[in-house]
C-alpha cells in the first residue's frame, strides 16, 4: 500500500526555520515527482514546490521563492521541505504529494497520493 507521511510541523515565531520531512513507504520516492501543498483557514490548497523525479528540476511558487528549498534523501526514501524566515502568512496545514511523471508541477489536481499534513503555526 502506498503511504505518505508528513512530519515536521510546528509552533515557530516569525523569522524562525523549521524543516518538514515526507517519508514514503510501499513505494520509491525517486520514482515520483514530490511535491508540498499548503492550505491556510478558509482558503484553497495552493502549490509551494516540486522536485522532479531523478531530481532533474524543482519549481517554486513566488510566496515561497527564496525562503524554501526542497530537496531529497534518496536512503531514507525521504523529501524535505526547508522553510527560512518564516512570517505569520505561512501559518497552515501543510501536505506533501506525490505524481507519476518527469517534470514539477505545482498542480494540485495532478498529484496522486498525498500524506495527511502537519501543522505549521508562526507566530510570536
Known amino acids: 500500500q502506498l503511504q505518505l507521511v508528513d512530519s515536521g510541523g510546528g509552533l515557530v515565531q516569525p523569522g524562525g526555520s523549521l524543516r518538514l520531512s515526507c517519508a514514503a513507504s510501499g513505494f520509491t520516492l525517486d520514482d515520483y515527482t514530490i511535491g508540498w501543498f499548503r492550505q491556510a483557514p478558509g482558503k484553497e490548497r495552493e502549490g509551494l514546490s516540486s522536485i522532479s523525479s531523478r531530481d532533474v528540476s524543482a519549481d517554486y511558487a513566488d510566496s515561497v521563492k527564496g525562503r524554501f528549498t526542497i530537496s531529497r534523501d534518496n536512503a531514507r526514501n525521504t523529501v524535505y521541505l526547508q522553510m527560512n524566515n518564516l512570517k505569520p502568512e505561512d501559518t497552515a496545514v501543510y501536505y506533501c504529494?506525490?505524481?507519476?511523471?518527469?517534470?514539477?508541477?505545482?498542480?494540485?489536481?495532478?498529484?496522486?497520493?498525498w500524506g495527511q499534513g502537519t501543522q505549521v503555526t508562526v507566530s510570536s
Open positions: 504529494a506525490a505524481k507519476s511523471g518527469w517534470y514539477p508541477s505545482l498542480g494540485i489536481n495532478l498529484y496522486r497520493y
